[in-house]
Each structure stands twice: as structure tokens, then as C-alpha cells.
């Protein structure tokens, strides 16, 4: 080979040997061009992986939104759910049975002592009023039962906001912070709704209570008389037709 021909990288070869060579190096151009292929496929199929799971998470996020908030919640309802995001996943995917109801919501702030305030969020639901607070590692719920609510009442909380007062049992729960808009006073409409219902529903059950024990009681007595006019009856003080017409007696009495 001439000194020229190795610096122009030309060799002395035959075309049996130029063929295979151009072959080989076409073998090898298809190989990275697979490759490529593969890469650019694989690369394609987790960005569309990736958005699919994140139209899936907006899907999901819209659902819980109108769960929580109705289907046209607003502007600053929508602010009011990205900022407590944490607190309504957490109670939808861990608290909430799958068809309980969701009545109203508002943001509040909960006096559980004169040294702890917390602020989260009061869910009015179907059968539970619920307070629930969740930020990362910090977490803290409590539920009332609308049955021990006495009542509740409000007072000022400064120009446009007011504090909740529930009277549960033998105390008063205080709820602070809270918005005096429409979606408050709907809140408000829910909870005393409920009150009223569950309260029905005990008076009911206790007059079902009573009137079964008057039944008891009467029938009691019954029993009692029968006694009594049957040892009458042995000690000869009442004979057959005499029993037989004080049994009846007792009896339709």
C-alpha cells in the first residue's frame, strides 16, 4: 500500500472484499437504527404512561373535588381545596365510607384547649360531623355525633368572621375562623337539620320504649291477679263459676 492511499485510509482491496465490508457496515447502521428504534419506543411509552397517570390523577382529584365541594365549587372553594389537599384525600380515601354523603364543608379553626388551636376543615356528612386536619406527618381527627348535640350558637369573630359553639354533651366545643359567606350558612342549615332529626328520632324511640314498658307493666299485673284469684280459688274463698268470672274479667280488661 502506497504511503497516500494509508493516509487517505484507502486500501488495496478486491470488490469480493469492498462488498462485504459496505455489508457489514450496513448490518451494523440497521443495528443502531434498531436501537434507536427500541429507545425512542420505550422512551414514547413512559411519557404516555406518564400522561395517563396524570390525566387519571386530575380525573381523580375533579371527582373528590365535586364530592367535597359540588360540581361549580368557585374560584376561591378550588383554592380552599389545593391548599388543604392533603386533609380531603386523606379523608376521602381513609375515612369516608364509599357512599357516605357529603353534606357541606367549611374551614375552621378548632379550639381543642386555650393552648391548642387547630386548623383544618368541619365536614358535615350524612350521619357524623367531622373535624380533620392532615399536613404531611401531622394528622388530627375527632368526630361528633349529631344524637349527643344539644344545640349550637354564634357569636362574632371580627368584621366577616364567626365562632361556632356546639354544646356536645356536658360540654361546648368552639370553632373559630370561620367565614361568614353562604357557603357557611348552608353549613349551618345542614347541622341543624341533622340535630333536629336525630333528636326526633330519640323521642321517638324513647316513647317506643315507654309504651312497651306500660305493655310489660300491664301484662305483669295480669299475671298477678290470676295468681291471686287461683289461691282464692284452692283455699275455697272463690268457687269455679266465682274464678271463672274474675279470670275473665282480668283477662279483658
Known amino acids: 500500500m502506497s504511503f497516500w492511499k494509508k493516509v487517505l485510509g484507502q486500501e488495496d482491496l478486491s470488490p469480493e472484499?469492498?462488498?462485504?465490508?459496505?455489508?457489514?457496515?450496513?448490518?451494523?447502521?440497521?443495528?443502531?437504527?434498531?436501537?434507536?428504534?427500541?429507545?425512542?419506543?420505550?422512551?414514547d411509552r413512559k411519557r404516555e404512561e406518564r400522561r395517563l397517570e396524570k390525566e387519571k390523577r386530575k380525573e381523580a382529584e375533579k371527582?373528590?373535588?365535586?364530592?367535597?365541594?359540588?360540581?361549580n365549587p368557585g374560584f376561591f372553594r378550588k383554592s380552599s381545596y389545593s391548599l388543604n389537599k392533603e386533609t380531603f384525600q386523606y379523608v376521602e380515601n381513609h375515612i369516608l365510607e364509599i357512599d357516605e354523603k357529603v353534606l357541606a364543608i367549611i374551614e375552621a379553626e378548632y379550639d381543642k384547649?386555650?393552648?391548642?388551636?387547630?386548623?383544618?376543615?368541619?365536614?358535615?356528612?350524612e350521619d357524623r360531623l367531622l373535624f380533620a386536619f392532615v399536613r404531611g406527618a401531622n394528622q388530627y381527627f375527632e368526630e361528633f355525633d349529631y344524637a349527643k348535640m344539644k344545640g349550637i350558637s354564634l357569636h362574632k369573630d371580627g368584621l366577616s368572621s364567626k365562632e361556632l359553639y356546639i354544646d356536645y354533651?356536658?360540654?361546648r366545643k368552639k370553632f373559630d375562623d370561620i367565614i361568614d359567606d353562604e357557603h357557611f350558612k348552608f353549613f349551618?342549615?345542614?347541622?341543624?337539620?341533622?340535630?333536629?332529626?336525630?333528636?326526633?328520632?330519640?323521642?321517638?324511640k324513647r316513647s317506643k320504649t315507654t309504651t312497651k314498658q306500660t305493655h310489660v307493666n300491664a301484662n305483669e299485673n295480669k299475671y298477678?291477679?290470676?295468681?291471686?284469684?287461683?289461691?282464692?280459688?284452692?283455699?275455697?274463698?272463690?268457687?269455679?263459676?266465682?274464678?271463672?268470672?274474675e279470670k275473665e274479667k282480668i283477662l279483658n280488661n
Do not use: P, W
Request: hydrophobic residues 35%; glycine residues 4%; positive net charge.
Open 17 to 43: 472484499e469492498l462488498s462485504k465490508r459496505e455489508e457489514e457496515q450496513a448490518q451494523k447502521k440497521a443495528q443502531r437504527d434498531a436501537q434507536a428504534k427500541v429507545i425512542r419506543a420505550e422512551a
Open 63 to 71: 371527582q373528590s373535588m365535586e364530592r367535597f365541594l359540588g360540581t
Open 113 to 125: 384547649t386555650s393552648k391548642r388551636e387547630i386548623k383544618g376543615i368541619l365536614f358535615a356528612l
Open 169 to 171: 354533651n356536658r360540654s
Open 188 to 204: 349551618l342549615h345542614a347541622v341543624n337539620k341533622k340535630i333536629i332529626e336525630y333528636r326526633g328520632h330519640k323521642a321517638t
Open 224 to 245: 298477678e291477679q290470676l295468681e291471686k284469684i287461683a289461691s282464692l280459688k284452692e283455699k275455697g274463698i272463690l268457687n269455679d263459676e266465682e274464678f271463672r268470672r
